[in-house]
């Protein structure tokens, strides 16, 4: 387990609450304006989890990573870049 798994967990729970909250709006019949603003913070808050969780892997990859290993921990970082 990474450094930061522990604190991402329940973000993205906070954020499948919200989550739900919206669906929840969206069957009401709430205003667009308001499910818009809702849906951004929830992406904000995912977004913020992808990256804090991304960012620990790289952290991660070359500090675990003998001299040998750079070249593969590169690759991984390189595949990893796209999704931040």
Same mark, same amino acid.
């Given at each position: 387990?990474? #450094?930061?798994? /522990?604190?991402?967990? /329940? #973000?993205?729970? #906070? +954020?499948?609450?919200?989550?739900?909250?919206?669906?929840?709006?969206?069957?009401?019949? #709430?205003?667009?304006?308001?499910?818009?603003?809702?849906?951004?913070?929830?992406?904000?808050?995912?977004?913020?989890?992808?990256?804090?969780?991304?960012?620990?892997?790289?952290?991660?990859?070359?500090?675990?990573?003998? /001299?040998?290993?750079? /070249?593969?921990?590169?690759?991984?970082?390189? +595949?990893? +870049?796209?999704?931040?």
């Amino acid at each position: 387990m990474h #450094r930061t798994h /522990p604190d991402i967990v /329940p #973000r993205l729970k #906070r +954020a499948e609450g919200h989550l739900r909250s919206v669906i929840a709006m969206i069957e009401e019949g #709430r205003d667009g304006l308001a499910l818009a603003q809702q849906l951004h913070a929830v992406e904000a808050a995912v977004a913020k989890a992808k990256q804090a969780l991304i960012l620990d892997h790289i952290e991660h990859l070359f500090e675990e990573a003998r /001299p040998a290993e750079a /070249p593969q921990a590169l690759r991984d970082m390189k +595949a990893l +870049a796209k999704y931040l």
